[in-house]
Nanobody, 124 residues
Framework: QLQLVESGGGLVQPGGSLRLSCAAS????????IGWFRQAPGKEREGVSC????????NYADSVKGRFTISRDNAKNTVYLHMNSLKPEDTAVYYC?????????????????WGQGTQVTVSS
């Protein structure tokens, strides 16, 4: 059974850092594009970052460029989202998602498999 499980969320002060993990089971991430999305209360789900199946291409939303870094460890079948200089507006539930193929998309509808999400709260 194909499954994605996010972890690493929590409460952090503004300016702090977190590392989110997206662990895959039931399939090999090598052949999948992995995206990170987030959804704040009352807002639509938005793309944050994605990494191609080869790992050679990454995309970032303008709001997180220079602060977030996506990476993958195929040996651990896991994708990470390193988040630095966190701001209160980064508060949201963060989801990882997978789509078979090679091209990154920031459109939720392009992804076939989703994790359950992990809450990130940035507050003093």
């Amino acid at each position: 059974q194909l499954q994605l499980v996010e972890s690493g969320g929590g409460l952090v002060q503004p300016g702090g850092s977190l590392r989110l993990s997206c662990a895959a089971s039931g399939f090999t991430v090598d052949y999948y594009v992995i995206g990170w999305f987030r959804q704040a209360p009352g807002k639509e789900r938005e793309g944050v970052s994605c990494i191609s199946s080869s790992g050679g291409s990454t995309n970032y939303a303008d709001s997180v460029k220079g602060r977030f870094t996506i990476s993958r460890d195929n040996a651990k079948n896991t994708v990470y989202l390193h988040m630095n200089s966190l701001k209160p507006e980064d508060t949201a539930v963060y989801y990882c998602a997978a789509r078979k193929g090679y091209v990154c998309y920031d459109i939720p509808g392009e992804y076939d498999y989703w994790g359950q999400g992990t809450q990130v709260t940035v507050s003093s």
